[in-house]
């Protein structure tokens, strides 16, 4: 149980393109879904919340026109990096909770390549 | 603000020495601490969660305990297969917060046969 898919693995695109990561937990409903990024050999650093039908929170520093988070259902979260440069190459990560003291169950992760 | 220290960044042992593997925390009221593993290049994986002091959970050849200050995650006789990057987590009580974990960086560990 508590799976979560996050889709596409690996993007490779070039400058100026935007690029949208879905984050579907499988088998529960997700009252909050979370986006990471991690750097090389670093730990998670949380770039924003969200909860269903509500806008995104998002950490600071992190711009919210850049990255654009939409929550439309239990189950589904999406982020779309807008015309993303090579600084935006990453390893980004969801994760969903289902609520109260439950955990947070992890996606694979995107593996973002801006050339 | 809440921080996680993890310690030592790096643990190199042979297959069947148990170790064990601390996580400082500093945090106004705890709601949760959580243990994940991870793999390279995959996301983490749930281990445990530990909700008060004194509190211990196990799996396998893992057992987590809890103290007020730290948390400690006993292997023990690992195999090449528990080798990954352990990472612990805080959760604060109360506020808005949705759940939102405080990570430390992780200690990477590799057992060999």
């Known amino acids: 149980g508590a799976v979560v898919s996050q889709h596409p693995s690996r993007v490779i695109c070039k400058s100026g393109t935007s690029v949208k990561i879905e984050c579907r937990s499988l088998?529960?409903?997700?009252?909050?879904m979370f986006w990471y990024r991690q750097f090389p050999k670093q730990s998670l650093m949380l770039m924003a919340t969200s909860n269903e039908g509500s806008k995104a929170t998002y950490e600071q520093g992190v711009e919210k026109d850049k990255f654009l988070i939409n929550h439309a259902s239990l189950t589904l979260s999406t982020l779309t990096v807008t015309s993303a440069h090579p600084e935006d190459s990453s390893f980004y990560i969801c994760?969903?909770?289902?609520?109260?003291?439950?955990?947070?169950?992890f996606g694979d992760g995107t593996r973002l390549s801006i050339l | 603000e809440d921080q996680v220290t993890q310690s030592p960044e790096a643990l190199r042992l042979q297959e069947g020495e148990s170790s064990s593997l601390n996580c400082s925390y500093t945090v106004s009221g705890l709601r949760g601490l959580f243990w994940y593993r991870q793999d390279p290049g995959k996301g983490p994986e749930f281990l445990f969660t530990?909700?008060?002091a004194g509190e211990e959970k196990e799996k396998e050849r893992l057992k987590a305990t809890l103290t007020k200050k730290e948390s400690f995650l006993h292997i023990t006789a690992p195999k090449p297969e528990d080798s990954a990057t352990y990472l612990c987590?805080?959760?604060?009580?109360?506020?808005?917060?949705?759940?939102?974990?405080?990570f430390g960086q992780g200690t990477i560990l590799t057992v060999h046969p």
């Open positions: 987590a805080v959760q604060r009580a109360g506020g808005t917060s949705y759940g939102k974990l405080t």
């Open positions: 994760s969903a909770r289902q609520g109260g003291d439950q955990p947070q169950h």
């Open positions: 530990l909700y008060s």
């Open positions: 088998d529960f409903q997700a009252t909050t």
